[in-house]
């Protein structure tokens, strides 16, 4: 096998100086920016199913899928004319819709795990909001997180993140004040001891502990049951709340997200991405109880200009319909799972140091040996093999996220055919790694 040509990027690369002119970086989120991999960010033209066309007329198989949203592929076509119905009646009004109504209902009527939800415009938001629910709630201050677990750019939970942080090699931000820093306590994922000693060193003090669904932001940090329930039960012990992020594993492992992959019940869950369909939404959920702080029924205040925006709804009333279909996660699943199990097979064959680790239909390639649980145990000088390897599947006509700290996802559009050639353009790319 030997290395690919480059592909064309003259389009994308004027689009990225004149981008440069308008934003820092060139980009709207940093973690769009090809820094740690070869070549100029891609300019994105057009999307269908699971491919993608940029400005130079590339087409690739896509696992990026905008970073999660897309479970069911781009552009779809009952989620297109579901938001195109409903923009002929207005965009927004800053009052309530039945729309609103029949997005929770699709949720909490496939969901036992939380009683009533808010809505809000973004996975940041979000988590914002949960934290300060569960900080109003328990009439505690510091909350307890994981390193490498990203949370949002939340200005109290960006110490120690991955995602773009890691990236760039700088786990957490600078303008986040000491203070704020202070109230949280960052501690290793799949580490009882640590845990354990923060509760008593911050006895009657910690809020909540907060932990992604399944961490993948830094890599894909599957945790063992026995610990995320041991989570479950320290922080019942102690009065703190667990908020389950699920921004990214929320209708991705289940309707139920992988809270009920762990059978645990969380005391707050955080969504995302998906329960948008592609369009900016997001939103939290606990018990009646917990919900009833939230203003105006309490005095925890959050609010929002968009909040529940009727085209966002639209959208995502119109994915999570598919998604409530019998069979769907089934399917998706399975073919998630042949795709990795043959990956596998590749390369215990040719003795290369790579792993696939994988959870319902998110995966995440490692340059390693290790049976990785913990941001710590990434070797960051791997990533100089994922850039060849990035370059090289590109190459190729498939497109994964620009940074080997990232996961990739596979949607419902995702077909075997395609899956079969992104098979065969792995094994090559990893021929090319390994002689290198
Ligand atoms: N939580 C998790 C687990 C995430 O993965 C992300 C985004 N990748 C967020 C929160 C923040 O979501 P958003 O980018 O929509 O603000």
């Not at 003259?10 to 934003?23: D, N, P, Q, V, W």
Request: charged share 25%.
């Amino acid at each position: 096998t030997t290395g690919k040509p480059d592909i064309a990027r003259e389009k994308s690369g004027e689009l990225y100086e004149k981008a440069k002119k308008y934003f820092p970086g060139g980009v709207n989120s940093p973690v769009r920016a090809f820094k740690s991999v070869h070549g100029t960010p891609l300019f994105i033209e057009k999307g269908d199913g699971c491919f993608l066309w940029d400005a130079d007329g590339n087409k690739f198989i896509d696992f990026c899928c905008s970073w999660g949203p897309l479970i069911l592929g781009h552009n779809n076509a009952k989620i297109r004319e579901k938001v195109t119905e409903v923009m002929q009646n207005g965009m927004s009004f800053g009052a309530p819709t039945a729309l609103e109504n029949e997005l929770a209902e699709l949720i909490l009527s496939n969901n036992k795990l939380i009683q009533k939800i808010r809505f809000v415009s973004s996975g940041t938001e979000a988590v914002m909001s949960a934290i300060r629910l569960a900080r109003g709630y328990t009439k505690r201050d510091k909350i307890l997180k994981f390193e490498g677990c990203y949370h949002g750019h939340v200005d109290s939970l960006l110490v120690k993140a991955g995602s773009g942080l890691v990236t760039f090699g700088e786990t957490s931000s600078a303008g986040v004040p000491k203070s704020f820093a202070d109230e949280t306590i960052v501690v290793s994922l799949n580490d009882r001891k640590a845990v354990e000693e923060a509760f008593e060193q911050f006895k009657d003090q910690i809020a909540a502990i907060i932990i992604e669904g399944v961490p993948a932001n830094n890599g894909l940090l599957i945790q063992d049951k026995e610990f995320v329930h041991f989570l479950r039960d320290v922080s019942a012990k102690n009065n703190s709340l667990l908020i389950f992020d699920e921004v990214i594993t929320g209708f991705r492992l289940g309707f139920e997200g992988a809270a009920r992959y762990y059978d645990v019940k969380p005391d707050i869950i955080t969504y995302g991405k998906i329960i948008g369909g592609g369009l900016p939404v997001g939103a939290y959920g606990a018990s009646v109880e917990i919900m009833s702080s939230i203003s105006p029924e309490g005095p925890v205040y959050q609010a929002g200009t968009l909040s529940g925006n009727p085209v966002a709804m639209a959208a995502g009333i119109a994915q999570l319909t598919e998604l409530a279909k019998s069979g769907f996660y089934k399917d998706l699943n399975k073919k998630a799972e042949e795709f990795t199990d043959s990956i596998r097979r590749f390369t215990t064959a040719k003795n290369y140091k790579f792993k696939v680790f994988n959870i319902g239909s998110i995966f995440w390639f490692a340059f390693s040996e290790k049976d990785i649980k913990t941001a710590e145990e990434i070797d960051p000088a791997s990533m100089e093999k994922f850039k060849i390897f990035h370059r090289e599947l590109l190459n190729r006509g498939i497109y994964l996220g620009p940074s080997g700290y990232e996961v990739g996802f596979i949607s419902a559009a995702h077909s075997k055919i395609e899956l079969e050639k992104t098979k065969r353009a792995i094994f090559d790319s990893l021929d090319i790694v390994f002689r290198t």
